[in-house]
């Protein structure tokens, strides 16, 4: 925990970076404390957060406002306060049936949004960098004239090089070796980062800041639409692989005789309890995307034997596969994203009984199964986290136009 007092051999304008984004990022995932609240979570001194805040508000980063009584003795502390729309990031989704954008401001408030279907067969690169290049026009268009992003944050449903942006594999998208990064920054030419990720890995990071796990440090977010993903938290940190492709658990071998999968391989988990595998079994068209799986859960709960047979067995494959990866990665929380939040309240007690069943004991005593509080939005909001990471390790690189950089390294 950062003290306010130097380490050997690193310089005051060092130390003063790294405190100050420790009130920036305890802003930014908690919202207004108050100068009390940020002295307990920053572990800083008074007069260390009283100079900081100083700074912050000199670059119109925060605002103080009155003073907030906390029915203890001495002097009310002032409530500190991230101005919004000081730096915003622009995030955008690609899913398979949709693609979505949002104009987020600091603090992770949501300044402008929109989500449009997007035809399944509307899926080579030139197509949807033309949607995503739409939509971030008409983001930028209902904004401030002047206002630049700062980053751009972009979650996709596929495997990912963060380092390149690279989308080495997407099979619901037919996707493969795709350069995703490189092209829409050509394309949306806003002068800032572009990052490209996997959209489960962003709803993990989502749910775990703002959503279904903040109390949480080892957390398994599962995501389903079409395909089924994973992102995973372990001790509070992403947990990625070696290139970024970790977390592909919808492609789990787990039925030796089951359907052929998009990814090639045979009987993989997202088969039996992806979207495909829900709408056939309720007698509808498996390519009848949200529309369908709307109609089933209104099917299911107006009692249709078909609907309740179809939930119930992506349910007993859903709690089978949970059972596996609960005894591999012992994670405090399970959140089920996209697909799988839709239709919670059907199959929560049949994967609750199959965990029961088929979970070692010492750790399925420790997990709690939940839906996404985020819902569909949850990838969206996570690219907008991922692309304010620089700016939270480091807000002096932000800080600086605005101010003497004389000034920040004072102590």
Same mark, same amino acid.
């Given at each position: 925990?950062?003290?306010?007092?130097?380490?050997?051999?690193?310089?005051?304008?060092?130390?003063?970076?790294?405190?100050?984004?420790?009130?920036?990022?305890?802003?930014?995932?908690?919202?207004?404390?108050?100068?009390?609240?940020?002295?307990?979570?920053?572990?800083?001194?008074?007069?260390?957060?009283?100079?900081?805040?100083?700074?912050?508000?000199?670059?119109?980063?925060?605002?103080?406002?009155?003073?907030?009584?906390?029915?203890?003795?001495?002097?009310?502390?002032?409530?500190?306060?991230?101005?919004?729309?000081?730096?915003?990031?622009?995030?955008?989704?690609?899913?398979?049936?949709?693609?979505?954008?949002?104009?987020?401001?600091?603090?992770? &408030?949501?300044?402008?949004?929109?989500?449009?279907?997007?035809?399944?067969?509307?899926?080579?690169?030139?197509?949807?960098?033309?949607?995503?290049?739409?939509?971030?026009?008409?983001?930028?268009?209902?904004?401030?004239?002047?206002?630049?992003?700062?980053?751009?944050?972009?979650?996709?449903?596929?495997?990912?090089?963060?380092?390149?942006?690279?989308?080495?594999?997407?099979?619901?998208?037919?996707?493969?070796?795709?350069?995703?990064?490189? $092209?829409?920054?050509?394309?949306?030419?806003?002068?800032?980062?572009?990052?490209?990720?996997?959209?489960?890995?962003?709803?993990?990071?989502?749910?775990?800041?703002?959503?279904?796990?903040?109390?949480?440090?080892?957390?398994?977010?599962? +995501?389903?639409?079409?395909?089924?993903?994973?992102?995973?938290?372990?001790?509070?940190?992403?947990?990625?692989?070696?290139?970024?492709?970790?977390?592909?658990?919808?492609?789990?071998?787990?039925?030796?005789?089951? $359907?052929?999968? +998009?990814?090639?391989?045979?009987?993989?988990?997202?088969?039996?309890?992806?979207?495909? *595998?829900?709408?056939?079994?309720?007698?509808?068209?498996?390519?009848?995307?949200?529309?369908?799986?709307?109609?089933?859960?209104?099917?299911?709960?107006?009692? &249709?034997?078909?609907?309740?047979?179809?939930?119930?067995?992506?349910?007993?494959?859903?709690?089978?596969?949970?059972?596996?990866?609960?005894?591999?990665?012992?994670?405090?929380?399970?959140?089920?994203?996209?697909?799988?939040?839709?239709?919670?309240?059907?199959?929560?007690?049949?994967?609750?009984?199959?965990?029961? &069943?088929?979970?070692?004991? *010492?750790?399925?005593?420790?997990?709690?199964?939940?839906?996404?509080?985020?819902?569909?939005?949850?990838?969206?909001?996570?690219?907008?986290?991922?692309?304010?990471?620089?700016?939270?390790?480091?807000?002096?690189?932000?800080?600086?136009?605005?101010?003497?950089?004389?000034?920040?390294?004072?102590?």
């Amino acid at each position: 925990m950062l003290a306010g007092r130097e380490e050997l051999g690193q310089r005051s304008e060092t130390v003063r970076r790294a405190n100050l984004s420790a009130i920036v990022r305890a802003l930014h995932l908690r919202g207004p404390l108050s100068r009390s609240e940020l002295v307990a979570t920053t572990g800083l001194t008074r007069s260390a957060i009283r100079s900081l805040v100083g700074d912050l508000v000199a670059g119109d980063f925060v605002t103080e406002e009155a003073a907030v009584r906390l029915g203890t003795p001495g002097r009310p502390s002032p409530l500190v306060r991230l101005v919004d729309e000081s730096a915003v990031v622009l995030a955008l989704e690609i899913a398979v049936d949709s693609a979505a954008v949002a104009v987020v401001g600091l603090g992770g &408030r949501v300044l402008w949004s929109r989500r449009v279907e997007r035809p399944r067969g509307h899926s080579s690169l030139d197509e949807i960098v033309a949607d995503l290049s739409h939509l971030a026009a008409t983001a930028r268009a209902r904004r401030p004239a002047g206002e630049t992003p700062i980053g751009v944050g972009v979650a996709v449903a596929g495997l990912v090089n963060r380092a390149t942006g690279l989308v080495a594999f997407a099979p619901n998208l037919g996707w493969v070796d795709i350069p995703l990064g490189d $092209r829409l920054a050509e394309v949306l030419q806003v002068g800032v980062p572009v990052g490209i990720a996997n959209e489960a890995d962003l709803g993990a990071l989502a749910e775990v800041r703002r959503g279904a796990a903040r109390d949480a440090r080892d957390v398994l977010y599962v +995501h389903a639409e079409v395909g089924v993903g994973g992102g995973l938290i372990v001790d509070g940190l992403p947990l990625s692989g070696s290139a970024g492709y970790a977390g592909e658990i919808g492609h789990m071998p787990v039925n030796p005789a089951g $359907r052929v999968c +998009h990814c090639g391989s045979v009987g993989c988990w997202e088969t039996e309890v992806g979207e495909g *595998a829900l709408l056939a079994r309720a007698g509808y068209p498996v390519e009848g995307g949200t529309a369908a799986v709307a109609a089933v859960l209104a099917d299911a709960a107006a009692g &249709r034997p078909e609907a309740l047979l179809a939930l119930d067995h992506v349910g007993r494959w859903l709690g089978l596969g949970l059972a596996g990866l609960v005894n591999i990665l012992d994670p405090s929380r399970v959140v089920l994203g996209g697909l799988f939040s839709r239709i919670y309240p059907f199959v929560a007690g049949t994967v609750e009984a199959e965990l029961d &069943r088929r979970a070692l004991a *010492a750790p399925r005593g420790l997990v709690s199964v939940v839906p996404a509080s985020l819902g569909v939005d949850a990838p969206l909001l996570g690219a907008a986290e991922m692309t304010f990471e620089p700016l939270l390790a480091d807000p002096v690189a932000w800080l600086g136009p605005r101010m003497s950089l004389v000034q920040l390294a004072s102590a």
